[in-house]
């Protein structure tokens, strides 16, 4: 008897008293997850796709939108910064499509030589989890864009053989063709839209294709930062404003300034620090900036200038031209008299502007817009899911 007493002791002494691990290893199914297929279905295929259409997008979102398994509240996401709702939901397949006009919901247009570019956003803005105390989910942006060729003759039905050639009818109207385009470090070609964080600099590149036109000097006369595009909405910042003056550099924290010299006469780069605006929890920025066209023999002058300010000198500086045209600068009104009553950069955006004209009364200005410019929040963040799929 004390024999077996012994050996009973012995052996529950060999099991450390709170290990109870050996339990889970005897049984490992008992804990293990078990996915749903469904869901593996689902996460397993792209989650967002775009169409772009001849006159519409169409965007098809999998409300598995993460790949974790987790569906997403169809009312929290929109399409563009007018917030349009789904057109369409699938239950069988868990996902929602958005069909607009390629105008529709806020989207903005970019032209350049060669495309045009139609940009807009998906947005995802999860609602309060039953807890406010809690949050569960972050909010996200994608960004969505479509390009169309401009080179080429594009129609739905036939041409008429007594209709003149399209590019006869381009080559006639001679228009000059603005844009706005995000380069990369060495301005060798463009850059996307995202990724960007606080302490980046954004190279922006100003061009106006002339064709067959006379030569003409590309000014940038005014930048206005919103959170969408135009001029209109509030909060805004001032990057460039009295008709050339990068403002922007003249900050303390700033290194703003336009490139010189120039590539070309009909293109202007400049870079400007990266920000955002406080309390945007989308972290994206639209720039829109008026651009204009002056004669290359016509010297520059107090409305039609490039100047930056020098930190080291404390003084602004032009990128070509005398020093005394950006004089203005410092007092805050390079406008001549019949412009003066300008309190607010945003007054004469574009209902309050007066048009200018090249001598063959052609439109010699235009606003462009550029963006959405996307900020991530932290490496890995969720705003810098890109989409997938066409488009």
Known sequence: ILALLCWAVGEVAAYPPWDFSWGARAEPHAWSWVEDPQSRAISSQQPVVVQCQEAQLVVTVHRDLFGTGRLVNVADLTLGPAACKHSSLNPAH??????????????????????????????????????????????????????????????????????????????????????????????????????????????????????????????????????????????????????????DGRSDDTSSAFITPRPREDMLRFRIDVFRFAGDTRNLIYITCHLKVTPVDQAPDALNKACSFNKARNTWAPVEGTRDICSCCEMGNCESSAFS???????????????????????????????????????GAVGEQQEGGQG
């Open 94 to 247: 868990n996902t929602v499509t958005f069909t607009a006009g390629l105008h529709e919901c806020g989207s903005i247009v970019q032209i350049t030589p060669d495309s045009l570019i139609y940009r807009t956003l998906l947005n995802y803005d999860p609602s309060p989890a039953s807890n406010p105390v809690i949050i569960r989910s972050n909010p996200a942006v994608i960004p969505i864009e479509c390009h169309y060729p401009r080179r080429e003759n594009i129609s739905s039905s036939a041409i008429r053989p007594t209709w003149a050639p399209f590019s006869s009818m381009l080559s006639a109207e001679e228009r000059l063709v603005f844009s706005l385009r995000l380069m990369n470090e060495d301005w060798t070609a463009e850059r996307p839209f995202t990724g960007f964080q606080l302490g980046d600099v954004l190279n922006i590149q100003a061009e106006v294709a002339t064709e067959s036109h006379v030569p003409l000097r590309l000014f940038v006369d005014s930048c206005v930062a919103a959170l969408s595009p135009g001029t209109d909405s509030s909060p805004h910042y001032a990057i460039i404003d009295f008709n050339g003056c990068l403002v």
């Open 341 to 379: 009553r300008r309190l607010n950069p945003l007054d004469r955006w574009p209902s309050h502007r007066f048009r200018r004209h090249d001598a063959n009364g052609k439109e010699a200005e235009a606003d462009v817009v550029i963006g959405p410019v996307l900020l991530s929040r932290d490496a």
